[in-house]
């Protein structure tokens, strides 16, 4: 069975995305600036700086070496820091784009023309930040670029076969909450499992 990839993989969504897909009997490519398998069975650890171009695009080729064209993707990464309109700083700013929108939109660029070739596949993005939230203004405007890119990607590659949505996560994530990110994991499910003919492009957790 076509493998997983899961871009920011981390203790949080990544691991229990990574469980849940681990489940179905597919292997998995677990790629985060560590490098580390989060205990997932099987799982494949790959390092990566998704902010650095070539650094992603080098994970991304190295986990396809070893699993072959991925059958879904989940770019889970962001930077997640509290900052105000005050705050505003170009560099920091770029840097949190550069996480939290861009890192989809290569990693989109380089795995989805290749899943199309194969007969299709599910590329999915962690969304979250329903309502802008002015203490969060990096973020707010990372997630509503979140939206607006998987609305371009559906565009560019779902005519192709590649399912493309995201999960927005509308509260913060802890174990043991209505927010545990293992119920949130079923989102990602179920989305991958979607006939194309009841595709959706977003999946909320309102907890």
């Not at 990839?5 to 998995?28: D, H, L, Q, T």
């Not at 889970?76 to 861009?102: C, F, K, Q, S």
């Not at 290749?114 to 002015?134: D, I």
């Not at 293992?182 to 179920?190: L, N, P, Q, S, V």
Request: aromatic letters at 6%; glycine letters at 14%; hydrophobic letters at 45%.
């Amino acid at each position: 069975m076509p493998g997983a990839v899961i871009i920011g993989a981390g203790p949080g969504i990544g691991r229990s995305v990574a469980w849940r897909f681990a489940r179905e009997g597919m292997p998995v490519a677990l790629l985060s600036r560590t490098g580390r398998t989060l205990d997932v069975a099987g799982a494949r650890g790959y390092r990566a700086d998704c902010a650095d171009e070539e650094s992603l695009r080098g994970a991304l080729d190295a986990a396809r070496a070893e699993l072959g064209v991925p059958d879904v993707v989940v770019y889970n990464a962001a930077i997640v820091r509290p900052d105000t309109a005050a705050d505003a700083g170009l560099r920091a700013h770029l840097e949190a784009w550069a996480v939290n929108v861009v890192g989809a939109l290569v990693a989109a660029a380089h795995l989805a023309p290749a899943m199309a070739g194969t007969g299709g596949g599910t590329f999915l993005v962690t969304g979250g930040m329903p309502e802008p939230r002015r203490e969060y203004v990096s973020l707010s405007l990372g997630k509503s670029g979140v939206r607006t890119l998987v609305a371009l990607l559906d565009q560019e590659y779902g005519p192709a076969g590649v399912h493309v949505a995201s999960v927005t996560v509308a509260g913060p994530v802890a174990p043991g909450t209505p927010f545990d990110p293992d119920d949130i994991a079923e989102h990602y499910w179920r989305l991958h499992a979607q006939p194309r003919g009841a595709w959706q492009h977003e999946a909320v957790h309102t907890g």
